[in-house]
């Protein structure tokens, strides 16, 4: 039997807790693949903040969402993911369904551009603040370029020390999909 990619697990699991209106971020919008699947998950009515420090990324992400036309407002943001909190409205506080992460490098461009374990650990703490009781942060993490193992452990050492939360660990070959969801307190 073919093992479900870890990135169609990780639409699906979402897909079953968000609804038409939630507020999610996408943390990483690379080529707008996460980006347009949680605009298609939270329409109508919902809203996504995409964020990414590449402009080659935001473009892709742009194209994809006018090709899709989904029926969800989206704002592009460019800025690294640790600078979420100066980006998101202060309505957001409190009230994200979702936050994803798709670490790593943008496919088919420089690789040396990387997420790193600093970066990522405080838009991670940001994001974990931000969420609602009961929100989810989803962790695509990817192991085998330069920099991936490290910034992996740094994660997973975060994650452990989240109390009270539901902590899931999917792995596969390449990455590893990681699930936390906050307590509803």
Same mark, same amino acid.
């Given at each position: 039997m073919k093992r479900q990619p870890l990135t169609e697990l990780a639409h699906r699991r979402l897909a079953a807790r968000?609804?038409? +209106?939630d507020w999610v971020v996408d943390a990483t919008a690379g080529n707008g693949h996460d980006t347009l699947f949680l605009a298609r998950t939270v329409s109508p009515g919902g809203?996504?903040?995409a964020f990414d420090v590449q402009c080659r990324a935001l473009a892709a992400t742009r194209r994809?969402?006018?090709?899709?036309?989904?029926?969800?407002t989206v704002t592009l943001i460019r800025a690294g993911h640790q600078r979420m909190?100066?980006?998101?409205?202060t309505a957001a506080r409190g009230?994200?369904?979702?936050?994803?992460?798709? /670490?790593? #490098? /943008?496919? +088919? !461009?420089d690789?040396? /551009?990387?997420? $790193?374990?600093d970066t990522t650990l405080a838009a991670l703490t940001t994001a974990a603040e931000w969420l609602a009781p009961g929100g989810l942060l989803s962790? *695509?993490? #990817? $192991?085998h370029h330069p920099g991936g193992a490290d910034e992996t452990a740094a994660v997973t050492r975060w994650l452990d020390d989240l109390a009270g939360w539901r902590i899931e660990r999917?792995?596969?070959? +390449?990455?590893?999909? /990681? *699930? !936390?969801?906050r307590p509803h307190e």
């Open positions: 968000l609804r038409p +209106g809203r996504v903040f994809r969402l006018q090709a899709a036309d989904p029926d969800a909190a100066r980006h998101l409205p009230r994200l369904a979702a936050v994803m992460f798709n /670490l790593g #490098y /943008l496919p +088919g !461009a690789k040396s /551009l990387v997420t $790193r374990p962790i *695509l993490a #990817y $192991r999917h792995a596969s070959p +390449g990455p590893l999909w /990681l *699930l !936390a969801q």
